[in-house]
């Protein structure tokens, strides 16, 4: 898919992409392999399900 980087904060290693479809995806720093991002750039990416567990969330 692609998208647009929406904002990306380096100093906290992490950002959002607004996909093609319409949605925002979080982007962590661990996944882009050394690439560079900054708010603005157009991107490809793939969207990954990642589930949450949370002992205090009911």
Do not use: Q
Not at 3 to 26: A, P, S
Not at 30 to 56: A, P, Q, R, W
């Amino acid at each position: 898919m692609y998208g647009k980087v929406t904002r990306y904060l380096h100093d906290r290693k992490f950002g959002f992409i607004r996909g093609e479809d319409g949605n925002m995806y979080f982007v962590h720093h661990s996944k882009l392999n050394g690439e560079y991002i900054d708010k603005g750039c157009y991107v490809f990416f793939k969207t990954v399900v990642v589930k949450h567990f949370c002992n205090t969330c009911g």
